[in-house]
């Protein structure tokens, strides 16, 4: 059984900087993508931006500016820099495994953590 479990979030002030992680234990597939979602309260969950394998393609939201970097070590953890932080970014940020390639839609993606909360205060 597949888990995601994420990890670094916390309260930071505007223009700070937060490295989220997300560790994966169990089995994956040859073909499959990971990725970050936010939900900030009284919104629905919104993608920022995942990375496919094979190939290591990432991509992001339409409106993500060059804040915000995905990377992995390349086996099981998943990475979301997050510099320039503002108070908008507030959100619980979720990590999320898709069977799908380049999946955008959080209803793509078939396994989710428990999320971490990103608080940014003015």
């Known amino acids: 059984q597949l888990q995601l479990v994420e990890s670094g979030g916390g309260s930071v002030q505007t223009g700070g900087s937060l490295r989220l992680s997300c560790a994966a234990s169990?089995?994956?597939?040859?073909?499959?993508?990971m990725g970050w979602f936010r939900q900030a309260p009284g919104k629905q969950r919104e993608f920022v931006a995942a990375?496919?394998?094979?190939?290591?393609?990432s991509y992001y939201a339409d409106f993500m500016s060059d804040r915000f970097t995905i990377s992995s070590d390349g086996a099981n953890t998943l990475y979301l820099q997050m510099n320039t932080l503002k108070p908008e970014d507030t959100a619980v940020y979720y990590c999320?495994?898709?069977?799908?390639?380049?999946?955008?839609?959080?209803?793509?993606?078939?396994?989710w953590g428990q999320g971490t909360q990103v608080t940014v205060s003015s």
């Open positions: 169990g089995r994956t597939f040859s073909w499959y993508t």
């Open positions: 990375t496919s394998w094979p190939g290591n393609s």
């Open positions: 999320a495994l898709s069977y799908t390639q380049l999946a955008r839609a959080a209803g793509a993606y078939n396994i």
